[in-house]
Nanobody
Framework: QVQLVESGGGLVQPGGSLRVSCTASGGIFSIYDMGWYRRAPGKQRELVAA???????VYAYFVKGRFTISRDNDKNTMYLEMNSLKPEDTAVYYC????????WGQGAQVTVSS
């Protein structure tokens, strides 16, 4: 049973930066395509960025140029560096495979507000 643990969220002002991390245990992290997802209040969960097991990367149009996804297979960890944050980026951020097939973790709350 793979366990996902997200960390690094917080409160930041518009235009600020945050990095969230995701650690996976109980599975062979390196063989999976992985993704960062988010769920904003009152909205469905959506894919924000994905990174393939060979390193290919795609971003949702609404974060392209502002967010950077990366992974460290030796540490079973994935990161999402978020810059130029906007109030509409406020959400709980989750990691999972792409497409999602593992149980969801608790997520990391990111709040962008002045």
């Amino acid at each position: 049973q793979v366990q996902l643990v997200e960390s690094g969220g917080g409160l930041v002002q518009p235009g600020g930066s945050l990095r969230v991390s995701c650690t996976a245990s109980g599975g062979i992290f390196s063989i999976y395509d992985m993704g960062w997802y988010r769920r904003a209040p009152g909205k469905q969960r959506e894919l924000v960025a994905a990174i393939g097991r060979r390193g290919g990367i795609v971003y949702a149009y609404f974060v392209k140029g502002r967010f950077t996804i990366s992974r460290d297979n030796d540490k079973n960890t994935m990161y999402l560096e978020m810059n130029s944050l906007k109030p509409e980026d406020t959400a709980v951020y989750y990691c999972n495979t792409d497409p999602a097939q593992w149980s969801w973790g608790q997520g990391a709350q990111v709040t962008v507000s002045s």
